[in-house]
């Protein structure tokens, strides 16, 4: 292909693997079972050895043809980029990301609607005592009142009822750490008093994984009762990011928004998998 050629459109990229992903699927599926078969019926898969050349020319053309395709697309649209890859977020700057997304107040200039549009996916949308506007947002935000105090809740945020967020990525619960965060939501009440919604708490894991310090009565009593939500990254966090793409008017914070998405299917999706995978051979 010659560099006059102008960029490669959407439809024609479409009609390409319309067309090449039929006979790469039979060819996937020949090799697949003749890997299961002795050397003589494995030439028996092929009707005419004579097309094989053929078909492998087609298949390298057609991929070096992709890959000019591709490479044309990303000098406008760069779609291998991703912040993420290039800041490898831990745990921490994972939960600094949220706290900055829900801060009515924070740089990304969309005031509370991140704020709002979470508390939807909780079911506290409709509330007109919510103060979103207003709400503040902290980062290790520690407990008070108790002896374990020395606990720090990774995002909390208060907007006429009290959120708070655990962010567990790659580390395990401590021990009584969600069930002592809990107790101390309770025991800050709601705000302002009176009020009728419950304070509340995000345990967030990329396996949607519940908290070992809770039995299985308390935490059907506290997800029942809305005092608990346990979210994963993908089913669940990744929702409310497209709600904040779809409705954000900021083109910048949309393509970050993009990114964070990309980085949960392609990083913490595969954490999950092999997070069950691990228990499931245990």
Not at 61 to 75: F, I, M, N, P, W
Request: proline share 6%; net charge negative.
């Amino acid at each position: 292909m010659s560099s006059s050629h102008q960029p490669a459109n959407r439809s024609e990229l479409e009609r390409f693997f319309a067309d090449i992903s039929p006979r790469i699927e039979v060819a996937k599926t020949d090799l697949a079972h003749a890997s299961y078969r002795p050397p003589l019926e494995r030439r028996e898969l092929v009707q005419d050895p004579r097309e094989l050349p053929r078909f492998f020319a087609d298949v390298n053309y057609r991929v070096h043809l992709a890959e000019t395709l591709q490479r044309q697309l990303d000098v406008r649209l760069a779609t291998g980029f991703n912040v993420f890859d290039l800041i490898q977020p831990d745990e921490n700057r994972l939960s600094d990301v949220l706290a900055g997304l829900l801060d009515p107040n924070g740089n990304h200039g969309q005031g509370d609607l991140f704020l709002r549009l979470l508390f939807e996916r909780l079911g506290l949308g409709t509330d007109a005592k919510l103060r979103t506007k207003d709400a503040t947002v902290r980062r290790e935000a520690p407990m008070r009142g108790t002896r374990k105090d020395h606990r720090r809740m990774d995002v909390f945020v208060k907007a006429g009822v009290l959120l708070a967020i655990e962010n567990k990525v790659d580390s395990p619960e401590q021990q009584d750490q969600v069930s002592d965060y809990l107790v101390d939501l309770e025991r800050r009440g709601p705000c302002p008093p009176g009020q009728p919604i419950q304070n509340t708490l995000i345990y967030l894991t990329p396996d949607r994984r519940s908290p070992e310090s809770l039995n299985d009565s308390e935490l059907e009593k506290h997800q029942k009762s809305g005092r608990l939500h346990c979210w994963s990254y993908q089913d669940d966090l990744y929702p409310w990011l497209e709600d904040c793409r779809r409705d954000c008017e900021a083109q910048k914070i949309r393509d970050f928004l993009s990114d964070f998405i990309a980085y949960i299917e392609s990083h913490l999706k595969c954490e999950s998998e092999a997070n069950q995978e691990k228990q499931d051979n245990e």
